[in-house]
């Protein structure tokens, strides 16, 4: 065996976990491109200005017009390794990059998304001023929500039948 045969390409293992991954991707859905890649390719005052877009919002999309898949991926990987940048999405000619801001603040928004049991906490100031106010925790469903005065309620009014409005 020739040593060339036994030597791969090794890719940097991404810091991301598939979570933090998949968290990005949804929270970059709904963004547009920023940057916009052209004829001319990679140049660097692309390169430049790529770096100042994850410094100013850590998350972004760019687009890549040409139909070279390869130069795409090659692309990506230059931009990714040159500024310290972790791939995230790469669907046809967008690309999604990620880097935390430089801020220092690292925003991440793992949230438990649907409508379950949360536990609010309810506080109500006795009635003479002088006591204590009770405090009660309380489990609140999805589609309920605590009002100033202490009280559960829905979020929002259940549909009427048209049929039955009009009987009475």
């Known amino acids: 065996m020739s040593n060339d045969a036994t030597t791969a390409i090794i890719k940097p293992k991404s810091k991301l976990t598939p979570a933090e991954r998949s968290e990005l991707r949804a929270e970059a859905h709904g963004l547009k491109p920023i940057v916009i890649i052209g004829e001319a390719g990679l140049t660097p005052a692309v390169t430049k200005e790529i770096d100042a877009s994850l410094n100013s919002h850590g998350l972004i999309k760019v687009r890549v017009f040409g139909d070279d898949r390869e130069a795409r991926v090659a692309m990506y990987e230059t931009i990714c390794a040159e500024l310290g940048a972790e791939p995230v999405q ?70 009427t039948s048209v049929k039955k409005s009009s009987k009475t």
């Open 90 to 159: 790469h669907i046809g000619k967008l690309l999604v990059i990620y880097r935390p801001k430089l801020d220092g603040v690292k925003e991440t928004k793992f949230v438990k998304r649907g409508k379950g049991l949360r536990e609010v906490t309810i506080v109500k100031p006795s009635a003479s001023g002088t006591k204590k106010p009770s405090v009660s925790k309380v489990l609140v469903k999805g589609n309920e929500r605590v009002t100033q005065g202490g009280t559960i309620k829905r979020a929002k009014p259940r549909q």
